[in-house]
């Protein structure tokens, strides 16, 4: 009907075949019926031909297909029209696709033979594919030999006994987070072809309110293959970018340093880098502790960073999760790398417990009984233990690798190697005409899964063991890009787990901030457990000290008390009434000083000071105690004569910073030298006496010595009379010492139970009895063994400036001995006693020059240091002062707890006035002191206030503070007089206390006689 030729004649001839007689509209009609019906048809067709093409076209990911379609059947093969519609309208609706139409000549007959024979070839393939893919199938039986593998390696590694191919390094985290951590931490994250520097901010007790800040940088190829100094200085120029990027430059903050490579580790932040891994191949980097390299790549970068720990990847995940889950004790890396790490009993480390010599009293407890071990399972295989398991493929992958023979295990389970490996698998099957790539792909992560599923299965098994249980919950920490983004890899790991391990259950949790913020949690847990052990310890040496400030303060145990604890009889600090003129003079070293205060009240209190600095010869300081006044005397009248006061008699305070049993103010008996003073004739002696003798002798100017004070007191004083909470004080320079303000009624050594008295602890003299001998060391003794009183003032030679710089020198002389430093180099000079001073030490520690000092200083000493032995030694030297600052934090905390106790308050408020020089010249030592004390006694509001003018001035308080006091009791001798009678007056009130009784005697008679 629809023939374009003859359609209305056939269409006549086929109704007249119906018995109907059409006309010629009626044949128009039928045609054109027919032809709506026939294209509704191909239209329909072409839809969903359309649908089929777009469905090709997306599953192959195609902008346009190019594409031909079979076609057969009598409609599309007879019909004049019908192909030409279907053809149009497919174009139109795909016209992004250009598609062919082929008319079947031969039918579906020869289609069913050619599927047969299509089946067959496929089914070969398949055969051939499968013989390929076979070695890549593990069975249980395999899959359990690989976890035996495995624990065989672990428990090598373990021990101390020759190279392992799982190395088992110490990680030095000795304990995962408890929810207390607090603060802000940097954390630094290296492991790939990304570095990642993060801010985080833990809150104290909110597990889930932490606060991270991160930027990404990415390391250029040509630098991680380059020179470690290159890679270093660019890591540090990241750093130094992200700090500036938060406005934390000079922050100073703990910094966490994960670093994804075996590393050896001696200390939670030392890292000697083993072997680099994952493509990286910087020179001069293998051998070196990675730690000191980013610290002196900061060096240069001219800003200071805390590093507190390096922790490989794992290790940090392992944290990370911890903090959300306490069961988390293993962590796992299926990335780029692969990796695993976990709670290592300590017993069980024999490279650490051969390493550490125990001392007395150093016993493991439960807190300190476990250490995260990085396995670096990676290297598993590479004693050839995995050759069963290791196909063509990996051998070949392997071959190509930039470390052939090396991290087998890691080759056939990490992210960068399986894409490789599937590669190879290609290659093989096209040129074998075959190509299944998605059974391949399948093969190779299911294989991968499988394998660190067999290595997971042994380290809980491992885990369960060692603490004798029938069945173990643990929580695995998991980061790693494979783990995450693979659609099957994660299943497959954790069923293999939970068939290898049937007595664990075992719990996966990814980890959402990567191993970043576990580097960061290292960092506030290892801070936090070393303050911890530090304030332990040091809250010990509080309490030792607590115990010999009452022996002190006793009478029958003061004879054999290091603390002497002597009475200075300054009762009281300034109240602000003082005025007056005085002189003062300061006599505690190789410098004699004298001033004038003059202490008025126009409208407000106010103080001028004139002084002047007088030399004390060496000789004069060994020579015999009268030639050491008569130098005093003539100091003083020299003085006197400048300011035109000789005509004058002014009250004087003399300090004498050396320790003097008192019975009075102004009497001062020297109980023994320090500080290089060895004037004969004067211990034993009253040096009042002895100062007024010598200005007796010479007679042009008198002097009245009101009162002898200490240093400590005379600073004490000096902050007392700008802050009258102040009631301690300190000394920490050439010597050290402290007083305090101690209830009478505890010093037995002076009568009277009311008010206070200034004691002068002498605390130099702790550990004189043997007290503090667990913690000096063989440098100590041998400081004590060559000073001019062996066997004395042990406390002072720990932390005092005159010892400090000696005592860095004996330790930077034995490191040189041992090859540590200067290549073993050692000059005279560095053996010259002396050579090395506290103000070297202080030199040394500043935060910007502090390294270009330490090689001016070493170079004056005949020494050539690298760049890591001036490193070295300002570490040496913030040991030192580190150790000073918290032993005197110590025992400053006990004198704190005794005011304290003293006052029976809940939490004290007090002022510590303080002086010396150390103190004063040390960068870090006010601020690590300050620190310290805070941390031991957090229950008291300390305020550290420095004394300005020194104890000069404080002993020119002291008097002024005893004038005000005597003219006080001057004055209400006088109120009293009023009431005071003679003899005679007493006589009279006796003779009118007897007429007044015998009136008495008459009244009472009298009244008697009334009553009758």
Partial sequence: ??????????????????????????????????????????NLVAAGLAAILTRIKQNRHLRALRITVGVDGTVYKTHPQYPKRLHKVVRRLLPECQVRFVLSDSGSSKGAALVTAVAQRLASRKRQVDETLAPFKLSQEQLQLVKATMRAGLEAGLKNKGPSAVKMLPSYVYHTPDGTEHGKYL?????????????????????????????????????????????????????SDFLDYMGMKKAHLPAGFTFSFPCEQTAIDTGILVSWTKGFKATDCEGHDVVNLLREAIKRRNYDLDIVAVVNDTVGTM????????????????????????????????????????????????????????TEWGGLGDDGSLDDIITPFDAEVDHNSVNPGKQRFEKLTSGMYLGEIVREVLLDLTRGGLLFRGRVCGAVSRRAAELCGAGMAAVVDKIRENRGLDHLNVTVGVDGAL??????????????????????????????????????????VARQKTHCYLSRTLLDITQRFRKELVTGLGRDSNATATLKMLPTFVRSIPDGSEKGDFIALDLGGSNFRILRVKVSHEKKQTVQMESEIYDTPEDIIHGTGTRLFDHVAECLG???????????????????SFPCQQTKLDEGFLITWTKRFKASGVEGMDVVQLLNKAIKKRGDYEADIMAVVNDTVGTMMTCGFDDQRCEVGIIIGTGTNACYMEELRHI?????????????????????????????????????RGSLNPGCQLFEKMVSGMYMGELVRLILVKMAREGLLFEGRITPELLTKGKIETKHVSAIEKSKEGLIKAREILNKLGLE?????????????????????????????????????????????????????????????????????????????????????GSGKGA???????????????????????????????????????????????????DSDLCI
Wanted: net charge negative.
């Fill in 319 to 374: 944290m990370s999760c911890a903090y959300e889950d306490p069961q988390c004790e293993v962590g796992l890396i299926a990335g780029t790398g692969s990796n695993a790490c976990y709670m290592e009993e300590l017993k069980n480390i024999e490279k650490i417990r051969q390493k550490k010599q125990k001392t007395e009293g150093d016993e493991e407890t439960p807190e300190t009984s476990r250490m995260c071990i990085n």
């Fill in 865 to 949: 240091p690298s760049a890591d032995d001036c490193i070295a030694v300002q570490h040496v030297c913030a040991i030192v002062s580190f150790r000073s600052a918290n032993l005197v934090a110590a025992t400053l905390a006990g004198i704190l707890m005794r005011l304290k106790e003293n006052k029976g308050v809940s939490r004290l408020r007090t002022t510590v006035g303080i002086d010396g020089s150390l103190y004063k010249m040390h960068p870090q030592y006010a601020r690590r002191l300050h620190k310290t004390v805070r941390r031991l006694v957090p229950d008291c509001d300390v305020r550290f206030l420095l004394s300005e003018s």
């Fill in 638 to 656: 020299n003085f006197m004569e400048k300011h035109n006061i000789k005509d004058k008699k002014l009250p004087v305070g003399f300090t004498f």
């Fill in 187 to 239: 954390a630094l994250d290296l492991g790939g072809t990304n570095f990642r520097a993060m801010l985080v901010k833990f809150k104290k007790g909110l597990q889930n309110n932490t606060r991270l800040y991160h930027k990404i940088y990415t390391v250029p190829l040509e630098i991680m293959q380059g020179t470690g100094e290159e890679l270093f200085d660019h890591l540090a120029q990241y750093v």
């Fill in 956 to 1006: 020119a308080m002291v008097t002024a503070v005893a004038y005000r006091l005597a003219e006080q009791s001057r004055q209400i001798a006088q109120i009293l007089s009023e009431f005071s009678l003679t003899t005679e007056q007493l006589l009279e009130v006796r003779k009118d206390a007897a007429v007044f009784v015998l009136l008495l005697c008459v009244s009472q008679y009298l």
């Fill in 748 to 784: 037995d050594l002076v009568e009277g139970d009311e008010g206070r008295m200034c004691v002068n602890t002498e605390w130099g003299a702790f550990g004189d009895d043997g007290r503090l001998e667990d913690i000096r060391t063989e440098f100590d003794r041998e400081i004590d």
């Fill in 1 to 42: 009907m629809e023939e374009y030729k003859n359609g209305l004649k056939n269409t006549r001839d086929i109704l007249v075949e119906l018995g109907l007689n059409p006309s010629q509209d009626d044949c128009i009609a039928v045609q054109h019926v027919s032809t709506i019906v026939s294209f509704r048809s191909s």
């Fill in 483 to 524: 783990y995450k983004l693979h659609p099957h890899f994660s299943g497959i790991l954790q069923e293999t787990t939970r068939v290898l391990a049937p007595q664990c259950n075992v719990t996966f949790l990814p980890s959402e901030e990567g191993s970043g913020k576990g580097a960061a949690l290292i960092t506030a």
